[in-house]
């Protein structure tokens, strides 16, 4: 069956980085983009990052334009989020998602937490 595991998230600073990790298995994993979304505490979860099946399409909501980076490893079956400058507005849940932007998200991870804060 098909599992996303996340991992990587935790407290950062205003400012700081955080890499974000999802490992895919149950599927073949070129059959479908790869998205995060995030979840902010009390609100509604958002796409805010979705790579095509080749790395060849990516999309960035304009809330991470420039801070984040979507990137995966077709080989090792993972999808990374790169977060840089991260701002206390970036606190919250982050879902790893099979499909996503192009595609409706069919399978979601656990989620991860990130909390920034001074």
């Known amino acids: 069956q098909v599992q996303l595991v996340e991992s990587g998230g935790g407290l950062a600073q205003p400012g700081g980085s955080l890499t974000l990790s999802c490992a895919a298995s149950?599927?073949?994993?070129?059959?479908?983009?790869m998205s995060w979304y995030h979840q902010p505490p009390g609100k509604q979860r958002e796409l805010v990052a979705a790579?095509?099946?080749?790395?060849?399409?990516?999309h960035y909501a304009d809330s991470v334009q420039g801070r984040f980076t979507i990137s995966r490893d077709n080989i090792k079956n993972t999808v990374t989020l790169q977060m840089n400058n991260l701002k206390p507005e970036d606190t919250g849940v982050y879902y790893c998602?099979?499909?996503?932007?192009?595609?409706?998200?069919?399978?979601w991870g656990q989620g991860t937490p990130v909390t920034v804060s001074s």
């Open positions: 790579i095509g099946r080749f790395g060849q399409n990516i």
């Open positions: 149950g599927y073949t994993f070129t059959v479908d983009a």
């Open positions: 998602a099979k499909g996503g932007y192009w595609t409706s998200s069919d399978y």
